[in-house]
């Protein structure tokens, strides 16, 4: 389902003093993952946020956790779009190591206007990408504009 995948080592901060990956630094990683993907479709966050003043909070996230990561993994973090609403995005994470999958989320943006913070449809040129990137299968749509 994964249309963009991103590995990334767990770093000595990502880490409780035990070694194994604490979960606030997985979202943190994720929120560094879902930023690299809107410059991989042409649209980095510089660009939506301080020049057309469009923001992409996160409006639902769900995590599933399946076993843990330690200091110095290797993880692939892959995401794929499985809807585009009019003003949502809903992504699907899935995150592997070397022997299998770590942990899994499901996660909604908003398309926001940074001038008075409120939803706003996406733009047709977001929307345009974003459509073109959903992934096919497992339920997944796009709704029309």
Known sequence: MASFSFD???RFGD???????YFPSYLNILNGV???????IGFPWPELITV?????????LTCDFSRPSKFGDVLSFGLGISKVGGSSLHLGHVISGADGIRWRARQILAATSL???????WPDDVR??????????EGTEATPA
């Open 8 to 10: 990334r080592e767990l």
């Open 15 to 21: 880490c409780d003093p035990s070694g194994i990956a």
């Open 34 to 40: 879902v930023e690299d993907f809107w410059a991989g």
């Open 52 to 60: 057309r003043k469009i923001g992409t909070p996160t409006v639902h």
């Open 115 to 121: 001038v008075d913070h409120h939803a706003i449809p």
């Open 128 to 137: 345009a990408a974003l459509v073109a990137h959903v992934s096919v299968g």
